[in-house]
């Protein structure tokens, strides 16, 4: 068993995952803010690593997510991942 199995296979999750491919809501790394201390990995309740791992693209947002911005809240690094909605900034580490 994982943490929050429902989760992972929730109806409503699966609907909110189309809306995280349509570019509505996502969130922002600045890779070369990032120190790679696996705070954003460990924090997140879904267990999903592409914050952690993505060095390259901008926009780090998993098709899994559930928005809960933990990771954002997390980070120890001043404005290393960052949160939009409709291209406005919801919140900042």
Same mark, same amino acid.
């Given at each position: 068993?994982?943490?929050?199995?429902?989760?992972?296979?929730? &109806?409503?999750?699966?609907? =909110?995952?189309?809306?995280?491919?349509? +570019? *509505?809501?996502?969130? %922002?790394?600045?890779? +070369?803010?990032?120190? $790679?201390?696996? *705070?954003?990995?460990?924090?997140? &309740?879904m267990?999903? @690593?592409?914050v952690?791992? @993505?060095? %390259?693209?901008?926009? =780090?947002?998993?098709?899994?997510? =559930?928005?809960?911005?933990?990771?954002? @809240?997390?980070? &120890?690094?001043?404005?290393?991942?960052?949160?939009?909605?409709?291209?406005?900034? =919801?919140?900042? $580490?």
């Amino acid at each position: 068993f994982v943490p929050r199995l429902w989760c992972r296979i929730c &109806p409503i999750g699966a609907m =909110v995952s189309y809306f995280n491919r349509g +570019g *509505t809501a996502w969130i %922002k790394k600045d890779a +070369g803010k990032c120190t $790679s201390c696996g *705070t954003c990995r460990r924090c997140c &309740p879904m267990d999903i @690593e592409m914050v952690y791992r @993505e060095r %390259k693209r901008v926009n =780090v947002t998993d098709s899994a997510c =559930v928005y809960c911005l933990r990771c954002v @809240e997390e980070c &120890p690094e001043t404005q290393c991942l960052e949160a939009k909605l409709l291209g406005r900034t =919801v919140a900042r $580490s």
